[in-house]
């Protein structure tokens, strides 16, 4: 079945960074887009950021754009997302999902990035 396992969140201060990785298994990684979302306490899930499935298009959400960059290996089938200029508003846990998902796809444990002082 799908699994994605999602890893590399952690605390950190504001301006700083981080690089989360996702590790994909159980579908032919090749031939599916892959997306960033993420959850803060207490808000809906969002999309964070999304890669095509040659890596060659991405997308980003309005307020990551400049400061967060989403890359894929297919050859490792692992995504990535290096987070620079980090803020206290990006705090939330960090998910990784393929495009398009199956219903029974099931969400990872996520990875957690909390931005503070």
């Known amino acids: 079945q799908v699994q994605l396992v999602e890893s590399g969140g952690g605390l950190v201060q504001p301006g700083g960074s981080l690089r989360l990785s996702c590790a994909a298994s159980?579908?032919?990684?090749?031939?599916?887009?892959m997306r960033w979302y993420r959850r803060a306490s207490g808000k809906e899930r969002e999309l964070v950021a999304d890669i095509g499935r040659d890596g060659l298009f991405t997308n980003y959400l309005d307020s990551v754009k400049g400061r967060f960059t989403i890359s894929r290996d297919n050859t490792k089938k692992m995504i990535y997302l290096e987070m620079i200029s980090l803020k206290p508003e990006d705090t939330a846990v960090y998910y990784c999902r393929r495009s398009p998902a199956s219903r029974s796809d099931i969400w990872g444990q996520g990875t957690q990035v909390t931005v503070s002082s």
């Open positions: 159980g579908f032919v990684f090749s031939s599916f887009g």
